[in-house]
């Protein structure tokens, strides 16, 4: 079985606690914004299981698709939510789209369901499963209403061909000034994380932090700490690795 752990990078060998790791969680009222690729959707759900069972009334939602929930976490109108919330479960508020997946609510419902929250976690970003994004021009889609961005990048990217492993190749390739065949480097991905053409799009004044997902070993991890070093020098303080191991 699969467990998720979470480092900082100051403190590479000792695992940390959601809380310790996310510390703006314990405040409540965040409506927070999820972009770039490599794990996004697993993410948010991590984080709102974490609030659900501290008893926040938690609202998983999105600006674009997302893959659909699982019936009983569903909530098709903002009418729906107290009911979700009274059982002890995550609210997932989202219309009907193709290919089994839901998209953005109505926005009155949207609204009359962020009103209603203690968190809401919003996927306003799609990368098709792929671990690295550069966004095109109407991407991401952030509400007024967010306060708080996490960019979520794959560091599976690293060491393999542009081609296939970032969504948007086209745009990569352009804002790196490289071919297709390039292969990627903390360097690239630094630079993806901190532009505003690329995962740091339309952030503005808003927090923003990083997670650098799929550090599932040890090696994963000393690169992951590498990555935030040069994030660290381009202004970014918040840093989080994140992977996955036996357990």
């Not at 479960?89 to 193709?98: E, F, Q, R, T, Y």
């Not at 792929?130 to 990048?153: A, T």
């Not at 808003?206 to 991890?221: F, G, P, S």
């Not at 590498?226 to 036996?246: F, H, P």
């Amino acid at each position: 079985m699969k467990q998720r752990i979470f480092r900082n990078t100051y403190e590479l060998e000792k695992e940390a606690s959601i809380e310790e790791t996310f510390p703006f969680l314990p405040e409540r009222k965040h409506v927070i914004s999820f972009v770039g690729a490599g794990g996004k959707t697993s993410l948010i759900y991590e984080l709102a299981g974490w609030c659900c069972s501290r008893g926040y009334r938690t609202l998983v939602t999105t600006t674009t698709h997302m893959y659909r929930p699982p019936e009983e976490l569903r909530a098709y109108e903002a009418s729906d939510l107290e009911r979700l919330w009274n059982q002890g479960k995550i609210a997932v508020l989202g219309a009907d789209a193709p290919d089994g997946k839901i998209c953005m609510p109505p926005q009155k419902e949207l609204e009359e369901g962020i009103r209603k929250s203690d968190m809401v976690l919003i996927e306003a970003d799609g990368a098709k499963r792929l671990p690295c994004k550069v966004p095109k021009e109407s991407e991401p889609v952030l509400l007024p209403e967010s306060d708080l961005v996490i960019g979520v990048m794959g560091m599976n990217a690293l060491g393999k061909p542009l081609q296939e492993v970032c969504f948007r190749a086209d745009l990569a390739m352009e804002l790196l000034r490289v071919d297709g065949k390039h292969l990627m480097t903390t360097k690239d991905l630094a630079e993806i994380l901190c532009s505003d053409r690329g995962t740091r799009k339309l952030v503005g004044s808003r927090e923003y932090l990083v997670v650098l997902n799929q550090c599932d070993t040890q090696e994963r991890m000393r690169q992951g700490a590498k990555l935030a070093d040069r994030l660290y020098e381009k202004n970014i303080q918040q840093v989080i690795l994140s992977g996955t191991i036996d357990s």
